[in-house]
């Protein structure tokens, strides 16, 4: 696993103006911000005349600053070495950052990582033979799933639902996969979902984990990094006396 990343970074000669320096053998971090990539990232290039710009961007919800800056920010100066401009969208209530880097989006590529739409993205061959698909599962959540509790009724305390999902059947039954492995109990559903831009009608598969004792589980084995879910998390804790 550590040799491909190695033999990946080797075969790839950045140009002077490229200031990302590749790493040389796969993490947890690096996993997790794969995870990150495969959620709310995306890997583009544009023609303006005789130039092309390359680019390696996130996007996320308006309300996940503090993930952004105190997380995936210093994640990626960790990993790549480079440093970005923050832009928010208050037209869509979105933060987004682009790296403007060649040899990042040759790196993700021949990782596995498409160029535009991830409607068929799977999970990273070298993350699936690896020890560290629960740092990308935790990369993937934090991004693109859903920490809920819910009332069911007055005298019990919410009950917490964890969701995730996307137009990707492949990359969502992996993970499904992997988790029943080892030991969750799921629910694999299929439904749709309005574009919110384009406003068609889109198929999505999402997995739905229920109960006190999968969250348990998913805290001791993958955990969060997003201060959203943490809060989330810790709050519903606090506030029902509960013991995990």
């Known amino acids: 696993m550590g040799s491909l990343i190695q033999e990946i970074s080797g075969s790839i000669k ?36 005789v130039n092309t710009v390359y680019e390696y961007g996130v996007s996320s919800s308006g309300d996940e600053l503090d993930y952004v800056l105190g997380f995936i920010k210093p994640l990626i100066k960790k990993l790549y070495s480079l ?56 990369g993937y959540f934090d991004t693109d799933g859903c920490l809920q509790f819910k009332n069911r009724n007055k005298k019990a305390a919410p009950y917490p639902v964890l969701d995730m999902g996307g137009k990707s059947k492949k990359l969502v039954t992996q993970i499904n996969d992997f988790l029943l492995s080892v030991g969750f109990t799921t629910s694999l559903v299929q439904s749709s979902c309005l574009h919110y831009e384009t406003k068609v009608i889109c198929p999505r598969t999402r997995i739905f984990i229920y109960g006190k004792k999968n969250l348990k589980k998913w805290v001791e084995l993958i955990g969060f990094s997003n201060p959203k879910n943490i809060n989330k998390f810790e709050e519903w804790k606090n506030n029902h006396s509960i013991n995990l």
Do not use: M
């Open 14 to 49: 950045p140009t002077k103006r490229d200031k990302c320096i590749l790493p040389v053998s796969l993490s947890e971090e690096l996993a997790e911000e794969f995870g990150i990539h495969t959620g709310d990232g995306h890997l583009s290039f544009r023609k303006y005349g």
């Open 83 to 138: 440093e970005v401009k923050l832009y928010k969208d208050k037209r869509s209530n979105t933060i987004s950052f682009q790296y403007k880097s060649k040899s990042l989006l040759i790196f993700k590529k021949k990782l596995g990582f498409p160029l535009g739409k991830k409607d068929s993205i799977e999970i990273p061959k070298v993350i699936l033979e690896s020890p560290f698909i629960t740092d990308f599962i935790r």
